[in-house]
């Protein structure tokens, strides 16, 4: 398994920009499925995003957020533009082989999270 740590997260302003990262140790992170999901209290996990060779999104963040990576740094990046009260939650990246998944059973390795808040 490949260990992922994210960073990137905080405080903003609806309308404002935020750019997570998820950055992966212990393995060659090039062939894995990298996603995102998100958690907000009271709620069920949900799929945000997720990327092999091209991105994907969920319909409530099409438009607005960005999935990349770079694997010469190990490194996946949500760039989140637009940023809603809606959006907030607890952001977390996994990785498996599983090509396009947006169910988190199919990632089998899971980074610790990262608190995105959004202010009206």
């Known amino acids: 398994q490949v260990q992922l740590a994210e960073s990137g997260g905080g405080l903003v302003q609806a309308g404002g920009s935020l750019r997570l990262s998820c950055a992966a140790s212990?393995?060659?992170?090039?062939?894995?499925?990298v996603a995102w999901f998100r958690q907000a209290p009271g709620k069920e996990r949900e799929f945000v995003a997720a990327i092999t060779w091209l991105g994907i999104y969920a319909d409530s963040v099409k438009g607005r957020f960005t999935i990349s990576r770079d694997n010469a740094k190990n490194t996946v990046y949500l760039q989140m533009n637009s940023l809603k009260p809606e959006d907030t939650a607890v952001y977390s990246c996994a990785a498996g082989w599983t090509v396009g998944s947006l169910y988190g059973a199919d990632y089998d390795s899971w980074g610790q999270g990262t608190q995105v808040t959004v202010s009206s």
């Open positions: 212990g393995r060659t992170f090039s062939g894995y499925a």
